[in-house]
C-alpha cells in the first residue's frame, strides 16, 4: 500500500501568507493531480498557538529568521504563522480536500517546533502517523508540500527512520533556501530515500 503525504500546504505558506515559500502555489496543479493516483491522501497542518517558541514575536529583541537555541536545539525564529483556527493554517480552496482521509497536526507545544508529521523536533511526542500508517498497511510514502527544506525534509527523515520506503516528490515541493534543499535532498539519498519527478508516477 501506498501513501501519498500532503505536508503543510496551507495558506500561510502561500505566496501572500504569513511564512509564504516562493513559488509554493505553483506545487497545488501537481498535488491534485497526484491526489487521484493514491488511494490513501494524508495531510498534516501546522496549527501554532500565538504564544509559540519559535515565533520572533514571542522573544524580545529577536528578529526573524534569527537563529537561538529551545530546548537544547537549534531554532530558526519564524513569522507568526499557522496559528490554531485562522485563515492563514487553513489548507487552499485550490486544494481539494475530498481525498484527504486524516490531518494530523503539530507544533501544538508552545515550548518545542514541530517540522516532521512524525514527531515534534525533540522527540517528545509522536503525532501518531506512522502507527495510522501501518495501521493501513503502507509500506510506500510519497512526500509533497511545503517547505522542502523543513517540514518535508523533517517527515522524510522521519518516514525513512519509521522503515517506509520514501519518496520525495521534488516538483511537488518548494524550499525556503534553495542551498538548504540541496543538503536535504542529498541527506534524503543518503539515507535510502529517492528523489522523484510527478511525470514518472503521472504518465
Ligand atoms: C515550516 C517553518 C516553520 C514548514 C513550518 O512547514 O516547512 N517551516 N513551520
Ligand atoms: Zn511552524
Same mark, same amino acid.
Given at each position: !500500500?501506498?501513501?501519498?503525504?500532503?505536508?503543510?500546504?496551507? /495558506?500561510?505558506?502561500?505566496?501572500? %501568507?504569513?511564512?509564504? &515559500?516562493?513559488?509554493?502555489?505553483?506545487?497545488? +496543479?501537481? =498535488? $491534485?493531480?497526484?491526489?487521484?493516483?493514491?488511494? *490513501?491522501?494524508?495531510?498534516?497542518?501546522?496549527?501554532?498557538?500565538?504564544?509559540?517558541? #519559535?515565533?520572533?514575536? $514571542?522573544? @524580545?529583541?529577536?528578529?526573524?529568521?534569527?537563529?537561538?537555541?529551545?530546548?537544547?536545539?537549534?531554532? &530558526? *525564529?519564524?513569522?507568526?504563522?499557522?496559528?490554531? #483556527?485562522? #485563515? %492563514?493554517?487553513?489548507?487552499?480552496?485550490?486544494?481539494?480536500?475530498?481525498?484527504?482521509?486524516?490531518?494530523?497536526?503539530?507544533? !501544538? /507545544?508552545? @515550548?518545542?517546533?514541530?517540522? #516532521?508529521?512524525?514527531?515534534? $523536533?525533540?522527540?517528545?511526542?509522536?503525532?501518531?502517523?506512522?502507527?495510522?500508517?501501518?495501521?493501513?498497511? =503502507?509500506?510506500? &510514502?510519497?512526500?509533497?508540500? *511545503?517547505?522542502?527544506?523543513?517540514? &518535508?525534509?523533517?517527515?522524510?527523515?522521519?518516514?525513512?527512520?519509521?522503515?517506509?520506503?520514501?519518496? *520525495?516528490?521534488?516538483?511537488?515541493?518548494? +524550499?525556503?533556501?534553495?542551498? %538548504?534543499?540541496?543538503?536535504?535532498?542529498?541527506?534524503?539519498?543518503?539515507?535510502?530515500?529517492?528523489?522523484?519527478?510527478?511525470?514518472?508516477?503521472?504518465?
Amino acid at each position: !500500500m501506498k501513501a501519498l503525504l500532503l505536508i503543510d500546504i496551507q /495558506n500561510d505558506f502561500l505566496p501572500g %501568507g504569513a511564512l509564504a &515559500v516562493p513559488e509554493g502555489d505553483q506545487i497545488i +496543479p501537481i =498535488v $491534485n493531480q497526484l491526489q487521484e493516483l493514491f488511494e *490513501l491522501v494524508v495531510a498534516t497542518q501546522d496549527w501554532h498557538p500565538q504564544n509559540h517558541k #519559535s515565533f520572533a514575536s $514571542n522573544h @524580545e529583541g529577536k528578529q526573524v529568521f534569527e537563529q537561538i537555541e529551545l530546548l537544547g536545539l537549534p531554532q &530558526v *525564529l519564524w513569522p507568526d504563522h499557522c496559528l490554531q #483556527s485562522t #485563515s %492563514g493554517a487553513e489548507l487552499p480552496l485550490e486544494l481539494p480536500a475530498n481525498k484527504i482521509e486524516a490531518i494530523f497536526r503539530k507544533g !501544538m /507545544n508552545p @515550548e518545542i517546533d514541530s517540522y #516532521s508529521g512524525f514527531y515534534d $523536533n525533540g522527540y517528545l511526542k509522536s503525532t501518531g502517523l506512522a502507527d495510522y500508517l501501518r495501521g493501513k498497511g =503502507v509500506k510506500q &510514502v510519497y512526500i509533497a508540500g *511545503l517547505a522542502g527544506d523543513y517540514c &518535508v525534509y523533517y517527515s522524510a527523515k522521519d518516514a525513512l527512520q519509521e522503515g517506509f520506503e520514501t519518496y *520525495l516528490i521534488e516538483d511537488a515541493t518548494r +524550499p525556503i533556501s534553495k542551498e %538548504g534543499f540541496e543538503t536535504a535532498k542529498t541527506d534524503i539519498l543518503a539515507k535510502g530515500g529517492y528523489i522523484i519527478q510527478s511525470d514518472t508516477l503521472l504518465k
